[in-house]
């Protein structure tokens, strides 16, 4: 072997080994990032996460959506509507239907039985407390208050008139608003409230809440109901009453709303169920629901909802984490 040839096959042998060397602390980094994301790093997630469901319950989760996608997963896509409870189950309740739905109501016997039948395992999330908020046009400057039994009376039609109540209000007609039978804020007032009566024939239901607003708001004879949230967000167009039922009117407020406050006759729970198949399947699905039980709490009060208790919320964290 000549001189020249000599030094060629020494460069090519050193060059082998410093590729080599590189190679090697290539994949120590790469095994070190590995052992990283195993020990506890938060762990880069795609993928979509679709609600349906409750129009009370909206606000909540689509804050919630926003926080996870801005400063939690931003490759993962949630996607959350409002149909309505019982529309929601009706989606959620399906072959490849939604990963979650709200709702402002428990789920029913016979929602349980569809999922059973359709073999899908579902858990429910206890997500915040509503209060159920009796509202009046601002310039109602005499039905401030009323008794339990009084609002019973004017949602059965047993009333049809303000001076029916209190011979000093105007004498005329109570003009009656509230959420459609989509709504499980319906199904609450309905078989909670009235103790399944019907409801007087003439009541306007509507589909959206932003509708009973305004419908409340250009109606000095109005009366509605639904959730504290979008009263709380609307006090400039709607006016709470404050109910009497039997110690003293109590106006609704994140003070009073709680199952055992002075508010507990109108308060209720809310939730969001978890199609756990999914969650199984999805890593993104698994992620977000353990994102709600933790961050739920966290965005309740600014929302218009009670937060529930702690202990309640960490137990529901842990049964979440046992999914995997």
């Not at 349980?112 to 209060?131: H, P, T």
Request: negative net charge.
């Amino acid at each position: 072997m000549n001189l020249k040839k000599l030094l060629m096959f020494l460069f090519v042998a050193v060059l082998a080994v410093a590729l080599a060397a590189c190679g090697g602390e290539e994949a120590a980094d790469n095994t070190e990032s590995e052992d990283t994301s195993a020990d506890g790093a938060s762990e880069e997630l795609e993928g979509n996460v679709v609600i349906d469901g409750s129009g009370t319950v909206y606000p909540l989760m689509s804050r919630l959506a926003e926080e996870y996608m801005i400063n939690e997963q931003p490759n993962v896509s949630v996607e959350v509507s409002r149909a309505g409870t019982s529309a929601g189950f009706e989606k959620f309740l399906a072959e490849d239907g939604t990963d979650f739905n709200d709702a402002s109501r428990p789920i029913k016997d016979e929602e349980k039985a569809k999922a059973d039948e359709l073999g899908i395992e579902v858990m429910e999330i206890k997500v915040a407390l509503d209060g159920l908020t009796i509202v009046v046009n601002p310039e109602n400057d005499w039905a401030t208050e009323l008794t339990a039994e009084q609002v019973n009376d004017i949602f059965l039609g047993n009333v049809t008139k303000w001076s029916e109540i209190n011979s000093e209000w105007p004498d005329e007609k109570i003009q009656t608003y509230g959420p459609n039978e989509n709504h499980g804020t319906y199904e609450f007032f309905y078989e909670n409230i009235l103790e399944e009566q019907d409801l007087v024939g003439d009541i306007n239901l509507q589909q959206e809440y932003s509708t009973l607003v305004t419908l409340v708001s250009e109606d000095v004879n109005a009366i509605g109901f639904f959730g504290f949230g979008y009263y709380d967000s609307n006090k400039d167009k709607v006016k709470a009453v404050g109910i009497d039922f039997g110690e003293g009117p109590v106006e609704p407020s994140l003070d009073t709303i709680g199952e055992e406050g002075p508010y507990a006759n109108y308060t209720r729970p809310v939730f969001t169920y978890l199609n756990v198949n999914n969650a199984k399947e999805k890593a993104q699905v698994y992620d977000y629901a353990l994102y709600i039980a933790e961050s739920a709490n966290d965005f309740a009060g600014e929302t218009g909802f009670a937060p529930i208790p702690d202990e309640e919320a960490q137990a529901q964290v842990e049964a979440i984490e046992a999914l995997q």
